[in-house]
């Protein structure tokens, strides 16, 4: 199992910028992992923010395109979300996800939450206007 764990989080003004990470660990974790990004306001089911494939490749749901990057460090099994121009409806708490079934890639289905076997306990981000 993959233990995921989420720091960066913190209250920020529209227009500011915040850089969440997402340290793994465990005993089975290699570099051959789908990550993603979710999150969940309050009253909303979770959804997903953005996912990076093991080979680098990146996909980002359109309320984000333009304002976040997702990005890894594999030498130190970290995952990134570097959030940029943030707006009040960015509010909400970010959770880290993993999962290895397809090598690596982000296959179908996973922009859902049911594809990701790991996740964190998140991180809260509040946006003010």
């Known amino acids: 199992q993959v233990h995921l764990v989420e720091s960066g989080g913190g209250s920020v003004q529209a227009g500011g910028s915040l850089r969440l990470s997402c340290a793994a660990s465990?005993?089975?974790?290699?570099?051959?992992?789908?990550m993603g990004w979710f999150r969940q306001a309050p009253g909303k089911q979770r959804e997903v923010v953005a996912r990076?494939?093991?080979?680098?490749?990146?996909r980002y749901a359109d309320s984000v395109k333009g304002r976040f990057t997702i990005s890894k460090d594999n030498a130190n099994k970290t995952l990134y979300l570097q959030m940029n121009s943030l707006i009040p409806e960015d509010t909400a708490m970010y959770y880290c996800?993993?999962?290895?079934?397809?090598?690596?890639?982000?296959?179908?289905?996973?922009?859902?939450?049911?594809?990701?076997?790991?996740w964190g306990q998140g991180t809260h981000v509040t946006v003010s206007s």
């Open positions: 465990g005993s089975t974790y290699n570099d051959y992992y789908c």
């Open positions: 996800a993993a999962d290895n079934q397809w090598g690596g890639m982000c296959a179908t289905g996973s922009d859902r939450v049911g594809f990701f076997k790991d």
């Open positions: 990076i494939e093991s080979v680098g490749n990146t």
